[in-house]
Every structure is written in structure tokens, then in C-alpha cells.
T-cell receptor, first 114, second 114 residues
């Protein structure tokens, strides 16, 4: 069965420090991978989307970047965090066919930039 | 590009009553899937129901059912016999199109009152 792992669950980082959030998927190959950010009580903001290794689509300009060094690994990074980067970050995967577009989500990372 | 619109940012309902959440979408695709996801206060995303565009019969999962109007591009979620545990953010999502990317609406915050 497929599983998705996202870590860490919570993170408190000072302004100006780097960030690395990791997400890995097991039990499937060539998934579509997503990074979302969610403010408290708000909707999902799609940050990055990837259809394959090294293929990253950025949905909004921001202080963050994403990489996909392996088929089932998706990393969200920042060189210097801003206060506005605080939020709840969700990683998700979906299949690469129309019949497999259902998304499966990680547990999320609550990031607080202080 | 596909778009998904949820026009009700917040809704409330009394316990045991019925509530309908609205969702409209825009696409030129003929084959796609539609989904409703639930995000309770734990923030874990849970799939509630899915509908294939080629199926005319509306999907049903226990107390949850959809009204899928393909020509009108409408996909509403009906929750019958609302329970306190239904209190959550509900997201409508479209799966299909280029690379079968998943597109989410902004969400509707549903509160079930005792």
C-alpha cells in the first residue's frame, strides 16, 4: 500500500535561518507531488507541483524553493526564512493518470518563524 | 487551466439537519474526477467522496452525497443528519487535465452546532 511521510511535524525557526522540509512516498512510482501552505482557518495555497524528477512548477513567487532529487522525494527549502513563511505546510501525492488523481496527504508541518 | 470555486467561505448547521456545500469548476476536459475532502481541526486531510465525470449517477457514501451537474459544471456536497464530528473545513477538488494535476477550491468552513 502507498504511504506518505512528511517531517518534521512541528518546527520553530528564527528569522533568517534556512529551512528544509522533506516528504517521501512509498508504494507507488512516478507520482505527482505537491507542496501546499495553509494559514490558520484558511484554504490551501499550492506552492509547488512536480510531475517528475527535476521538474518543478512554481505557482506563486516567494521565498521558498522545491526540489525533487528522486522519484518519490520532494523537498521544500528556503535559504533565509521570513516571518511571513510561518504556516502549516502539507505535502501530497497523486497518480499520473486521470483515474488516479486522488490526492493523499502527509500529516503536515507546523512552521513558526520567530 | 482548471479552476475550482467554492463560494461559501463559512456555513453552519444544527446537529441532525442537512446542509449543502457548493462547488463549481471550469474545464475543457471531458474526462476527469471530482473530489470532496474534509479537514477537521486535527488538520489531517480526509477524502470524503469522489465522482468520475463519465458516471451520471451521483456518488454516495453513507451520510454524504453529491449532486453532480456536468453541463453546469457544478459539484455540490450534501451532508445529511449532520453530526458534531462533521465540523471541519471542506475542500472541493478537480483531478484531470494536463499532467492530471489536482486543483483545489478555497474551502468552506462548516460548523455543526449542538
Amino acid at each position: 500500500s502507498q504511504t506518505i511521510h512528511q517531517w518534521p511535524a512541528t518546527l520553530v525557526q528564527p528569522v533568517g535561518s534556512p529551512l528544509s522540509l522533506e516528504c517521501t512516498v512509498e508504494g507507488t512510482s512516478n507520482p505527482n507531488l505537491y507542496w501546499y501552505r495553509q494559514a490558520a482557518g484558511r484554504g490551501l495555497q499550492l506552492l509547488f507541483y512536480s510531475v517528475g524528477i527535476g521538474q518543478i512548477s512554481s505557482e506563486v513567487p516567494q521565498n521558498l524553493s522545491a526540489s525533487r532529487p528522486q522519484d518519490r522525494q520532494f523537498i521544500l527549502s528556503s535559504k533565509k526564512l521570513l516571518l511571513s513563511d510561518s504556516g502549516f505546510y502539507l505535502c501530497a501525492w497523486s497518480g499520473a493518470t486521470v483515474a488516479n488523481t486522488e490526492a493523499f496527504f502527509g500529516q503536515g508541518t507546523r512552521l513558526t518563524v520567530v | 487551466a482548471q479552476t475550482v470555486t467554492q463560494s461559501q467561505p463559512e456555513m453552519s448547521v444544527q446537529e441532525a439537519e442537512t446542509v449543502t456545500l457548493s462547488c463549481t469548476y471550469d474545464t475543457s476536459e471531458s474526462n476527469y474526477y471530482l473530489f470532496w475532502y474534509k479537514q477537521p481541526p486535527s488538520r489531517q486531510m480526509i477524502l470524503v467522496i469522489r465522482q468520475e465525470a463519465y458516471k451520471q449517477q451521483n456518488a454516495t457514501e453513507n451520510r454524504f452525497s453529491v449532486n453532480f451537474q456536468k453541463a453546469a459544471k457544478s459539484f455540490s456536497l450534501k451532508i445529511s443528519d449532520s453530526q458534531l464530528g462533521d465540523t471541519a473545513m471542506y475542500f472541493c477538488a478537480f483531478g484531470g487535465g494536463s499532467n492530471y494535476k489536482l486543483t483545489f477550491g478555497k474551502g468552506t468552513l462548516l460548523t455543526v452546532n449542538p
